[in-house]
């Protein structure tokens, strides 16, 4: 039992509604009441008694029975209707069977016999009370329970949401995706498509950096969306597609017309710069079989380039594009057959030194064997990249590589691809080849592209970071070729430049060729790296080179690509 003070402490916020007909039996028990209840109300019979529960909800209620107007089991009846769990104790003078069997169907919550004892008047409240905070506890704990689950179900929903936003939006632009794009073409396949092409972007991002190509993005969304509003799309680097619902060849024509003569006539504002692009733009017919047909627009954009950029066009099924198409579909084909059937195979070519004339390195160059035919990469690299398997071409020689090259001391370099930049698997993937056959990372070279992931370089960069700080070797390949840029070579951290073949070939005959290749050279003395010539073709070639002060030779002059390491 609670001693009176606790009573009050605990139950002192509480209100309590008293009904009884009798004032001279209803004022003093109301007066006992009032020492412990927030507030008592009163009530002179059944009828009045809801009324005033009406006007003032209460937390229990202490009725008689018998009452002129309307009884105590009408009362109880009526506030049940409004509220099923309301503590109710009944006080009567009634003790017959009948009464009390029905008190209990009533499921009251105590019952006080009259004449009034305080002592049993006192006990009946004060369970009814403990069971009331009970409950009422349990109530506020479920609404907590009930609060955190909201709130976890809200930041989940949050959560969700911000990811397939991020699924399905482009971080750079904040335009939908080219996964968006195969989403809404599924829910409602548009009429006709329009792939947009930056036709200067690559240099754009050499001249000024990366960070002004991605403002020039930036822009260029913005520029695309105030024209064609929701239906604009970026699904590659320098690519955007734009769709249209209309079945009328005209309208989207006059879109992309629009499209071509406000580009060509604006400027876009970069930090450093004020610059025009220009677009190529292929318009395709949509239809089911092919839900989001990329590759005719693509197609569309080559036909169109190999007219001139800065133009617009329909994709038609000419011959010239029906041979192409054919041409990839075949060697993808074969490419697929080449794996399944392990015909990949890695042949490799020696690079010399120039001083000693020894053979100290090779380049791994993957090679399909078929019957007594070696195809080159030329034949099906394209096709490879075009039907996703070029991450496949690539793993197959690298493991073969590693396999050949743990009986040997000798460097070998293996071609990277922005593919398998994409992929992210190189660490992992070579970590576990070196581990496997005992090999240094500091045999291995990485040729990549000097213009590598271009539109996404510096996620490129840290993957070369951590390939080098792991003790792998890193080479521009073809450096020299139209994109290279001195500036970025700063932030590349490798080891060789490897200069482009197209000039080596001419060095001879084309002063300009000469001048570049003593431009390479020099500046990779200048900055401690060394250069490879590749494409020596003739002594002359040869000869040239050695007075220029290459450090390394690669070519047909000195060795063909062998089957084996010598």
């Known amino acids: 039992m609670f001693s009176l003070n606790r009573i009050k402490e605990e139950f002192g916020s509480l209100k309590l509604l008293l009904v009884d007909d009798e004032k001279a039996a209803r004022e003093p028990i109301n007066q006992f009441l009032s020492l412990f209840f927030n507030k008592v109300y009163q009530a002179k019979d059944g009828m009045e008694a809801l009324q005033v529960y009406k006007e003032n909800p209460v937390d229990i209620i202490i009725t008689d029975l018998l009452m002129p107007k309307m009884c105590g089991f009408d009362l109880i009846n009526a506030v049940r209707d409004i509220r099923p769990k309301q503590k109710i104790i009944i006080m009567s003078a009634q003790t017959d069977k009948d009464t009390i069997v029905k008190a209990i169907t009533y499921r009251v919550d105590g019952y006080i016999l009259k004449p009034i004892n305080q002592t049993q008047m006192f006990e009946s409240i004060e369970k009814t009370v403990a069971s009331f905070l009970i409950e009422r506890e349990n109530v506020e704990y479920q609404q907590r329970l009930e609060a955190k689950v909201k709130e976890q179900v809200t930041k989940i929903e949050t959560y969700s949401r911000q990811m397939i936003r991020q699924l399905e939006q482009d971080s750079l632009t904040g335009l939908p995706n080219k996964e968006k794009l195969q989403i809404d073409c599924a829910q409602s396949l548009p009429h006709w498509m329009v792939l ?327 500046y990779a003395k200048q900055s401690g790296l060394k250069t490879i010539a590749e494409y020596v073709h003739n002594k002359d070639v040869y000869e040239t080179l050695l007075q220029l002060g290459v450090d390394y030779l690669q070519g047909y002059y000195l060795y063909k690509p062998l089957k084996d390491v010598v």
């Open 196 to 522: 947009i092409n930056i036709d200067n972007l690559k240099y754009i991002n050499i001249a000024y950096g990366m960070q002004e190509g991605d403002i020039l993005l930036r822009q260029v969304a913005d520029f695309l969306s105030e024209i064609a509003h929701n239906h604009v799309y970026r699904v590659n680097g320098d690519e955007f597609i734009i769709t249209s619902m209309h079945e009328d060849k005209h309208l989207i024509e006059a879109l992309a017309k629009e499209i071509h003569q406000k580009v060509y006539s604006k400027r876009f504002e970069l930090t450093q710069a004020s610059v025009r692009i220009t677009f190529t733009m292929g318009i395709v017919p949509v239809n089911e079989s092919e839900n989001v047909p990329y590759h005719k627009a693509h197609l569309a954009v080559r036909q169109l380039r190999t007219k001139r950029k800065n133009s617009m066009g329909f994709y038609s099924e000419d011959l010239q594009l029906r041979r192409y198409h054919e041409t990839m579909n075949e060697w993808a084909y074969k490419t697929k057959l080449a794996l399944e059937l392990d015909l990949l195979v890695p042949y490799f070519q020696p690079i010399v030194n120039a001083k000693t004339n020894e053979i100290e390195k090779y380049e791994c160059l993957a090679r399909i064997i078929d019957r007594d035919e070696v195809i080159t990469p030329a034949a099906f690299v394209e096709a490879s990249r075009i039907s996703g398997m070029i991450v496949d071409v690539t793993q197959r020689i690298i493991y073969k590589a590693f396999k050949i090259f743990s009986q040997s001391d000798k460097e070998f370099s293996i071609n990277i691809t922005d593919d398998d930049l994409k992929e992210e698997y190189l660490i992992g993937f070579l970590s576990k080849l070196t581990r496997k056959y005992g090999i240094s990372p500091g045999q291995v070279v990485l040729e990549v592209l000097e213009n590598i992931s271009e539109y996404d370089a510096s996620h490129a960069l840290e993957q070369l970071e951590a390939l080098k700080s792991l003790g792998y070797q890193i080479a521009i390949d073809d450096f020299g070729a139209e994109s290279s840029n001195f500036a970025r070579l700063q932030h590349l951290n490798i080891n060789y430049i490897k200069i482009d073949g197209s000039f080596i070939k001419d060095i001879n005959s084309d002063a300009n060729s000469l001048n570049i290749v003593k431009t390479i050279i020099f």
